[in-house]
Nanobody, 124 residues
């Protein structure tokens, strides 16, 4: 059974950094799965943050995180990472990773598999 497990969330001060991990099991990342990161703040819709294709050659970022966040994947460990730098209070949310076959999309309705989420809180 395909599963995704996020880790790495926590409390960080504005301007700080965190690295989230998304560990996959039940399938291998090389099997043409795009992996995306989404986030959802209280009272807000789930929004796409970043995405990386199975080969890692193509990535996408939301305008709000472009230049601050970097997505990468280590297929040998079946893990995708989201490096988050220069964090802002507006980045506070539960972060989810999700998987779908094929190309990256930033619409959460197109993803079939989801992790349980990890909380990121940016506050002084």
């Amino acid at each position: 059974q395909l599963q995704l497990v996020e880790s790495g969330g926590g409390l960080v001060q504005p301007g700080g950094s965190l690295r989230l991990s998304c560990a996959a099991s039940g399938f291998t990342l090389e099997e043409s799965y795009a992996i995306a990161w989404f986030r959802q703040a209280p009272g807000k819709e789930r929004e796409g943050v970043s995405c990386i294709t199975s080969g890692g050659r193509s990535t996408m970022y939301a305008d709000s995180v472009n230049g601050r966040f970097t997505v990468s994947r280590e297929n040998a460990k079946n893990t995708v990472y989201l490096q988050m730098n220069s964090l802002k209070p507006s980045d506070t949310a539960v972060y989810y990773c999700a998987a779908k076959r094929g190309l990256c999309l930033m619409s959460f309705t197109r993803y079939d598999y989801w992790g349980q989420g990890t909380q990121v809180t940016v506050s002084s």
